[in-house]
């Protein structure tokens, strides 16, 4: 009996256990049928709205498909009217070009001559001055020449009395020393004025010049020279033997007083020579020394008595002048910046010329470029022209069928056309009347 219980119980504990896993499962079941018919609402809703959404997107696009077709109706319409108004603007256009190729065209031919003018005339105020240029330096050649022959006869009659002053010179210096210190400077003075030399121009006195060992020098006289060179004159040759010769009563005093006389030259040629002149000036100066001895005489008789002289000073580069002799030194000095003056003239001129040249060849290209472009003007005139009077549906003949068809105008076109083509259109618009009347 017990055991039937505890079988029972048993029984029913495992059927409790089967139903409570029925129930749970069939609670879950339930739970998952819900949830499923809410997703299907949810899914029912999404679709009726995505219907509405299709619907009104068919509606916007047919709306857009309307729009799209007027805009393209209202733009043909534009593209038309923009066609014809690019007619009436290029009829216009060509109408002011005309206008403003034949202003152009008269205001050319009626300036042309007046910009001609006004090129020419500097290249004419260049030729004349290029003229006078030419004349000036010819006249100076000629007047220069004729100078030239003037002051050399000139020269000689200077040279004679200048002897004859230094003749009568040593006869004053007998009895005085200062005199004849001062003489010899007033004397080179006056030659260089003489040659036409211009002080502190031409040559300058006393210039104080300081040599390798910084001493102090000052030569008498520094010439200057075309080509930017120099030479030194000195005139401190002693006279005093000279003067003691002069006065010497016997021929035993007179022989040594010029023996004195010749020494004291031989002492101041080696006297310059030491002292380097030439080297004070450097490039600029030539490579000798001037000695200007003041009394002619005084140069004669040594000479006279010893003609080595001039090779003794020759080879120390030193060179013996008088009154006489570096007067036309002086000259042809004065003649050589004379000639300097005028080369300078002559470069002006060659400048002057070039430029000028120059300037004409550029004005050739000029007026070559404007023979082209009236050329090229004359083309595009012709051609405008041609296509307002004349060739097939020319504007002059259609213009004036406007005006025989009524339309109004206040002016007469002053222009020859094509009257030909006035025909051909007078015809072809009959044409076309007659094709109106069949169809009405």
Known sequence: ???GIIALAVLLCLCGGALIAAINKNTRVMVLNDELERQLDDICRAKKQQDNENYRLSAENMRLQTLLQAQRQHMQERLQDIENNKKDLELKFRDISNEILNVQSRRLNES???VLSAVLSPFRDQLKAFRDEVSKANTESIRNKTSFDEQFKKLIDMNNSLSQ???????????SKKMQGDWGEIELNRILEVAGLQKNIDYFTQENFKNENNQNLRPDVVVRLPNNRSVIVDSKVSMNDYISYVNAEDETAKAAALQRHIQCIRNHIDELSGKEYQKLLKEESLDYVVIFIPIESAFVEAIKKDDSLYDYAYKKNVALTTPSSLLPILRTVENLWQIETRNKYVQKIAEVG????????????????IDKALDAARTNYDTAISKLASGKGNALSLANRLKEYG?????????DYDENEVLKISDNSNDVNNSEEKAS
């Open 1 to 3: 009996m017990l055991y």
């Open 112 to 114: 042309q001559s007046q």
């Open 165 to 175: 002053d230094a003749q009568n010179l040593t006869n004053a210096l007998r009895g």
């Open 354 to 369: 070039g430029s000028l040249y120059d300037k004409l060849a550029n004005f050739v290209d000029d007026m070559q470029k």
């Open 407 to 415: 339309a109004k105008a206040n002016k007469q076109i002053g222009m």
